[in-house]
């Protein structure tokens, strides 16, 4: 049990490190997309939005796929899904078809979280959870740091860099298929279940209902300030600090290591003071910095700063484990996936929204705007239960099972 907490650790780590560098691959291509394809900024905002778009429809299906079929199919189905048409980038003839694909594209990148997130619940004894639910989705960051680092390489040619990083995902696709098993807590509900179907509608059903929607809403306001904020950040630093493309690329990869450590540091609290707790805190916090962030003007400041916003986002890695633990083995990728695709679905609504704002504003201060949503998921997330037996914050509210015959297993 113990090499199988390891290898799937690392293996969905891998996972979701290729699933973060597709989709802020986008956000450092975009001035060199925009400028070889005509696109006015507005045109930039849709295709992050159609990705975002593409992840919210990924919040049914992806759910639906890894609690009925298995958590390996579904993770194999989203990883090659969002590779094919990454790759397919490269010879995009037009704005309509990348549009299109960027769509599809977002369909397999969202199922990912689901997955990642189900596994890693699974696998690890509740005492751990924080740190290894946080450690696998502090792959997002690296992946957006090896963004960063590719773009820099590939860039003008966004075509080429398209190709080469949807066919590299052949790398975590072999590791899945190779050395993953499928999830003991899947097959032993599943054998449980009798080969009952499950649906979104479990996770909305009177027991559930209550802690769907707000984790739906606190995840939907957090991710609209976090993609508002990610998306033109590169643009933003371009356009209204002057940076050249090197220097962009180091600030960008400055911010995304301060959001590794925050990941990670934050994960370890998790699991000391509560999952619960610790995000409220990191909520208020991006809430509080990404303000000072954006009206800095200094460029030493600026790049000093970034790693302490990039710290408070780790919310983002906290939502793994526990929103998977606000739902039992038999709905858990369904729910989860339904609370944070949901969210980021909404969210697709940010880069669109947030360069209209910049018209009027400027990115400066539609990053402000930003803020305020952080500061508004954080009083949601207070009105959410408290998950998990930690040494000063025990279980509260038992998770209910859709099912009233059925054991509660988390």
Known sequence: MRRTRWIVLGGCFLAYLFDALEIVLLSMGLPAIRKDMGLTVTQGGLLATA????????????????DNFGRKKALLASLSTFGVFTAAIAVVPNFEVFLLLRFLAGIGLGAVWSV?????????????RGRA????????PAGGAMAATISGWFLPDWRLMFLVAGAAVV????????????????VEQKAYSSGDVVSVRDVLGSSL???????TLMAALALFGYWGAMTWLPTYLTTERGLDKGSVALFVTIVNLGMFAGYN?????????GRHRTI???LFGVAATLPIYALTSDLTALLWLGPLFGAFTAFFGLFG??????????????????CFNVGRGVSALAPFILAGLAASIGFQGGLVVCAGFFALAAVVALLLPRTGATTDEPTSTPIADPRDDAPATV
Do not use: K, M
């Open 51 to 66: 990705t975002l778009v593409g992840i919210g429809v990924s919040s049914v299906l992806g759910g639906y796929v890894a």
């Open 116 to 128: 990642v997130s189900a596994y890693a619940v699974e696998t690890w004894p509740e005492q751990h």
């Open 171 to 186: 790398l975590p696709v072999a590791v899945v298929a190779i050395f993953f098993s499928e999830s003991a807590s899947w």
């Open 209 to 215: 209902r209550r802690r769907t929607l707000l984790g």
């Open 280 to 282: 409220v805190i990191t």
């Open 133 to 140: 639910a946080a450690f696998v989705i502090s792959a997002f």
């Open 321 to 338: 484990s526990y929103l998977g633990e606000l739902f039992p083995t038999r709905a858990r990728a369904t729910g989860a996936g339904f």
């Open 265 to 273: 540091g934050f994960g370890y609290l998790a699991d000391h003071i």
